[in-house]
Structures are given as structure tokens and as C-alpha cells.
């Protein structure tokens, strides 16, 4: 599992690198499908990650502040930082002794549902890989090439 978040954070910082490269109005333009635009669609990735591992998980008391906070390229990269450097130890600890630990997540209806931890690890995984599909899908619609999604070729099996 902690393979494919470092996947996720190489192929984040990849599409913050790309974002340099396109003008900022292109980031924020409204599309079709998912958030609706490229900088809300990353600022989420990081936000429901954090929100999760930090928040439900962990139980910590989090800030996660609007996007219209954090709209810019710097003060996402920034956020996206500071998001990464309380959650990377607990991602990093991670064992198989908490796979089957719950989590209680209050919906946004109030409801208290159950969760194990490794399902919540999981389901953040595939969570920005779904949405890296669709900043790909983005990036082609404006002419430019998106960022590789390809697993191999970075790595993180060398060792």
C-alpha cells in the first residue's frame, strides 16, 4: 500500500509541475465532469486525503481551509505540503495490525457509519487516481500533454 501513495504523491507533484506550465485561468476554468476544474479538482485530492488519514483516522482536530483560501498554484503547493508532512509518518507506520481497526465517519446527514482503516487507505488511493484521470482528460482538451500515469518507470520498485 505504500507504494502506490508514494505513487500518488509523485504523480501529484508531477501535475503541480505541470500546473506551473499552463496559465492560471486554464486551471481554473470550468469543465465538463468530476470538481469542475483543475486547481479545485487537486486542491480536493489533498484535502479529502488529509481528511481522512488526519481527521477520521487519526482523530485529529484539522483546518482544512476553502478552496477560495488556497486558490492559487503556490498556496495549494503549500497546503498540499503541509497536508503531507503531518499525514506521510502515519502512511509510513502503516502495518498490517491496522487493517481491520474502525474509524467512525459522521455523514454529512449525520449518520455514523463504520469504516475499517485499511478499506479508508484504499479508497484514498483510488479516490486521486480516479480524479488524475480526469486532470488527464483536462490537460488533453486544452492542448497539452498531460502528466503520466503510468506505475512503472518511477521507481518505487527498485529497491
Not at 3 to 26: A, H, P, S
Not at 91 to 111: A, K, P, Q, R
Amino acid at each position: 500500500m505504500l507504494k502506490l501513495f508514494e505513487y500518488n504523491w509523485q504523480v501529484r507533484r508531477d501535475w503541480f509541475n505541470w500546473c506551473g506550465t499552463v496559465r492560471e485561468e486554464e486551471l481554473l476554468n470550468q469543465r465538463t465532469g468530476g470538481i469542475g476544474s483543475i486547481l479545485p479538482t487537486l486542491y480536493h485530492i489533498v484535502a479529502v486525503e488529509y481528511g481522512w488519514i488526519c481527521g477520521g483516522i487519526q482523530e485529529k482536530a484539522i483546518n482544512i481551509p476553502q478552496f477560495k483560501e488556497v486558490a492559487s498554484l503556490k498556496k495549494l503547493k503549500d497546503f498540499s505540503a503541509r497536508c503531507h508532512e503531518e499525514l506521510a509518518p502515519f502512511v509510513y507506520g502503516w502495518n498490517d495490525s491496522l487493517e481491520e481497526c474502525i474509524m467512525i465517519d459522521i455523514t454529512d446527514e449525520g449518520d455514523r457509519e463504520p469504516h475499517k482503516y485499511g478499506e479508508v487507505m484504499r479508497h484514498v488511493i483510488a479516490h486521486e487516481i480516479h480524479h488524475i484521470g480526469q486532470l488527464s482528460i483536462w490537460s488533453r482538451e486544452i492542448g497539452v500533454k498531460p502528466v503520466t500515469a503510468n506505475l512503472i518507470g518511477r521507481g518505487l520498485f527498485d529497491n
